[in-house]
Nanobody, 119 residues
Framework: QVQLVESGGGLVQPGGSLRLACAISGSIKDIYLMAWYRQAPGKQRELVAS???????KYADSVKGRFSISRDNAKNTLYLQMNSLNPEDTAEYYC?????????????WGQGTQVTVSS
C-alpha cells in the first residue's frame, strides 16, 4: 500500500517561512513526477510546484522566487520550502506523485496539511 504523508503545516505570520515535507512509502518502483498543490476555501485546487524525473522544476507565478521544491531520494521525501509567506498562501497543501508501483502507473495524493498565514 502506497502512502503519502505530509507534515510541516501550521500558523505563521506574514513574511515568515515554513517547510512542508511529504514522506512517500510503499511498493514504489519508479517516481516520474512529484508536486505540491494547494486549495484555499472556495477555490479550485491549483498546482504550486512540480519536480520531474530530470529534476526539472515548475512553479506557479504566484510563488516564483519565494517557494522552492526539492526531494531527498534516500528518504523518499518531497519538500516545499516556503518563504515570504503572505495571507494569500493560506490553503490546504497536498503532495502528489505520479509513479509506478506494484499496482501499475497511477497518481497518488496525501491527506493534506493546513498552512495559515495570519498576524
Amino acid at each position: 500500500q502506497v502512502q503519502l504523508v505530509e507534515s510541516g503545516g501550521g500558523l505563521v505570520q506574514p513574511g515568515g517561512s515554513l517547510r512542508l515535507a511529504c514522506a512517500i512509502s510503499g511498493s514504489i518502483k519508479d517516481i516520474y513526477l512529484m508536486a505540491w498543490y494547494r486549495q484555499a476555501p472556495g477555490k479550485q485546487r491549483e498546482l504550486v510546484a512540480s519536480l520531474g524525473s530530470q529534476d526539472t522544476t515548475k512553479y506557479a507565478d504566484s510563488v516564483k522566487g519565494r517557494f522552492s521544491i526539492s526531494r531527498d531520494n534516500a528518504k523518499n521525501t518531497l519538500y516545499l520550502q516556503m518563504n515570504s509567506l503572505n495571507p494569500e498562501d493560506t490553503a490546504e497543501y497536498y503532495c502528489n506523485s505520479y509513479m509506478r508501483t506494484n499496482a501499475g502507473l497511477s497518481s497518488y495524493w496525501g491527506q493534506g496539511t493546513q498552512v495559515t498565514v495570519s498576524s
